[in-house]
């Protein structure tokens, strides 16, 4: 059973910065591609990056290029997403998901529980 934990989410001034880690069990994590996606109230949950399972190739949402940045460490079993320049919209709860670049939720067969990300004006 794969588990994913995120973390470093929190509240954060507009022009701000986080970075969300997601902790993943088991010993194949070397092997699962990963994805965020996010979700706010009353709309459906969004993909904003992905990475391959050797960091090779890496995806964004147009809405967050130039502006975030994927990583992975392996060695740690950890995913990263790096968030510069924040934005009032950008306000969500963050999900990390594995196995999978894709964009659409249905590709990933593991999910974190989320974490809030709140950005002020």
């Known amino acids: 059973q794969v588990q994913l934990v995120e973390s470093g989410g929190g509240l954060v001034q507009a022009g701000g910065s986080l970075r969300l880690s997601c902790a993943t069990s088991g010993r194949t994590f070397a092997y699962y591609a990963m994805g965020w996606f996010r979700q706010t109230p009353g709309k459906e949950r969004e993909f904003v990056s992905a990475?391959?399972?050797?960091?090779?190739?890496?995806y964004y949402a147009d809405f967050v290029k130039g502006r975030f940045t994927i990583s992975r460490e392996n060695a740690k079993n950890t995913v990263y997403l790096q968030m510069n320049g924040l934005k009032p919209e950008d306000t969500a709860v963050y999900y990390c998901?594995?196995?999978?670049?894709?964009?659409?939720?249905?590709?990933?067969?593991?999910w974190g529980q989320g974490i809030q990300v709140t950005v002020s004006s």
């Open positions: 998901a594995a196995d999978s670049t894709s964009t659409s939720t249905g590709a990933y067969k593991h």
């Open positions: 990475i391959s399972w050797n960091g090779d190739s890496r």
